[in-house]
């Protein structure tokens, strides 16, 4: 008897001890994630429209004018406006991130709260990775959904409050809890806050709280009418607002205005939202071969209606977070965030109910899935994490030229756009739109924005080569940068202590740069515009960004002001690596 109990106690405690390790795999992957979000994240500098939420502050008279004037999203310009005046940049990323986070740790529990099951099982982490990577890897804008922070507030934060409002009304609703005062006061303010994130989070909320009427009207008649009012109270603050009439009557809409609505739906259906819903394709392609799977696991098994209700109401939600936008004169990929997030949730759906038949088909297939996933998330991230970490340098740059100009009495400073290295994809990177709030923040009149043509932050970030040769008349080549880094993309930089327009001949219109590699006779063309350069601390800057993984056997650099109407070069300059391997400058003949 006594060796019964004992082999009992010992069974008990290795099922807690199981219980407790699957729960804290979990945590433990939900940590990681965290840390490689904000990894990223605290690279990304101030931009875009973050100066000008920062300069609203938190003035409700200043918000109340907002809301008057341009937009009806009070809970996500307040939290921009929040985070940016309060916390310092470590701070606030890091709590963007955590809402990153935690915003993927939702999307993969709300299936298991629909199902009234145990939010975590042993295998619950890897559809946690497939859920994040997924995210990562097919998000319609990456950069301005989740790391700029203005747009992380629009797109990311919105997210979080719809998943707290359909986690605690599914909660009540398959419990068959019906709400007390307290219960129903958080579920009214959960469905404000659901209801008022955006114009089309909002609606598409409203949508699925009625989506839910025909399985729980019975039991649950309270907790959804509170979440039908509540919901639509928020959203009615956003689409009624004064300012989105008033932005809507901006001139630059006045052709859209002005199109007949028939063509509106047919350029809404046919162009906007194909191209919109291409943006995620691999997400499709990881929902269908789950959808298979579970067809198979499944077959000859009696189906609960939830297995496939759920799954079919967020594809539904999904599409309507789209539709929605017939009415709207845009549609960024940005804004598509909302129906990036319920087809998200459609994945979740599938892929819980794969871990809880606990099949080896199932498991394997998740794990295929996830390896998928991984071989794009792993490039992928690498790509984002230099570019982001480049623009942080390049952001010093950016500001110690407006500082500059400052001090030396100009109201007007010329900044170098943005540049970013290669990234997987063009959606990756964050709003690179030039606020006229930044001129305000900084104090002087004017910023003339320049584009360039090469990676500047290796300016800062690499050793110059001396060369300090003069090339005409006083004009020096003084230092030249040769950045190679492992994501097969190598810059090269030309550094000159004056102004080369003003040694120019007349019709020279090309600075040409043929760089020879590994000793072969061919050449990689690098040639700008010579108005193409930056000016910098007093020097100024000619270069070109390449992705080309040789310049590592660079053996010649071959430069000089071309005429293309003439055809000619009025300089030719050589830079040769001599013996010891140090650039030296010849003459080319």
């Known amino acids: 008897m006594q060796e019964f109990e004992h082999k009992g106690e010992k069974k008990t405690m290795d099922k807690r001890l199981g219980k407790i390790d699957e729960k804290w795999l979990f945590i433990i992957n939900a940590i990681i994630i965290y840390i490689l979000v904000y990894f990223v994240a605290y690279q990304v500098p101030m931009h875009s429209d973050d100066y000008t939420y920062l300069i609203k502050g938190l003035s409700l008279q200043s918000h109340i004018d907002h809301y008057l004037t341009w937009s009806g999203r009070v809970i996500t310009d307040y939290t921009a406006s929040i985070l940016l005046n309060v916390f310092s940049k470590p701070v606030y990323m890091a709590i963007n991130s955590a809402v990153f986070a935690f915003v993927i740790i939702m999307i993969t529990v709300i299936p298991n709260i629909i199902n009234g099951k145990k939010l975590i099982n042993k295998h619950s982490s890897i559809l946690l990775w497939i859920i994040f990577m997924l995210y990562w890897v097919a998000n319609p804008n990456l950069g301005q959904t989740s790391f700029w922070l203005v747009g992380s507030a629009n797109y990311l934060w919105p997210l979080m409050w719809a998943s707290l409002y359909i986690s605690y009304l599914m909660y009540l609703l398959v419990n068959d809890h019906n709400p007390g005062i307290v219960q129903g006061i958080l579920l009214f303010i959960l469905g404000i806050f659901a209801g008022l994130t955006n114009e089309a989070l909002g609606i598409t909320v409203v949508a699925f709280t009625l989506f839910l009427i025909p399985l729980f ?111 709207s004169p845009g549609m960024p990929p940005r804004s598509v965030n909302s129906s990036f997030y319920f087809a998200l949730l459609a994945v979740s759906y599938i892929g819980n109910q794969l871990l809880y038949s606990e099949t080896k088909t199932a498991v394997f297939s998740l794990c295929a899935a996830g390896l998928i996933c991984l071989s794009y998330f792993v490039p992928s991230y690498a790509f984002v994490h230099y570019a982001y970490k480049q623009t942080a340098v390049q952001a010093d740059i950016r500001i110690d030229n407006i500082l500059d100009a400052k001090d030396k009495g100009s109201d007007t400073a010329v900044v170098p756009n943005w540049y970013f290295t290669r990234l997987a994809r063009d959606a990756d990177k964050f709003d690179t739109y030039a606020a006229h709030r930044m001129t305000q923040y900084y104090g002087i009149d004017y910023i003339d924005w320049k584009d360039t043509t090469f990676n500047y932050a290796v300016i800062r970030t690499s050793e110059p080569i001396s060369v300090n040769k003069e090339i005409k008349d006083g004009l020096t080549l003084t230092n030249v940068y040769v950045k190679i880094n492992s994501l097969f993309e190598q810059t090269i930089v030309l550094e000159f202590d004056k102004p080369v327009l003003d040694y120019i001949e007349d019709g020279d219109r090309v600075f040409y740069m043929h760089l020879y590699v590994d000793w ?63 650039l030296k400058l010849e003459d080319p003949n």
Request: aromatic fraction near 14%.
């Open 520 to 582: 072969r006779h061919d050449y990689i063309i690098a040639d700008v515009d010579l108005d193409d350069f930056i000016e910098i601390d007093g020097k100024y800057y000619y270069g070109r960004t390449v992705l080309n993984p040789s310049l590592k056997k660079l053996e010649k650099i071959n430069f000089g002001f071309y005429n293309p109407g003439e055809q000619t070069s009025s300089v030719e300059c050589s830079l040769v690596y001599d013996r010891s391997g140090r």
């Open 217 to 327: 009207w019975k039991k649950g008649i309270k907790a959804l009418a509170i979440s039908l009012i509540s919901t639509g109270i928020g959203y009615a603050i956003v689409f009624f607002s004064p300012g989105n009439d008033s932005r809507l009557h901006n001139d630059s809409f006045k052709s859209w205005r002005e199109m007949p609505f028939a063509e509106k739906i047919m350029n809404h259906f046919f162009q906007r939202i194909p191209e919109a819903l291409g943006e995620f394709y691999l997400l499709y392609l990881i929902l269908i071969l789950m959808l298979i799977i579970t067809l198979w696991t499944q077959s000859g098994k009696k189906t609960d209606i939830n297995t496939v209700w759920f799954p079919l109401v967020f594809i539904l939600m999904s599409l309507c977070a789209v539709v929605v936008f017939v009415i």
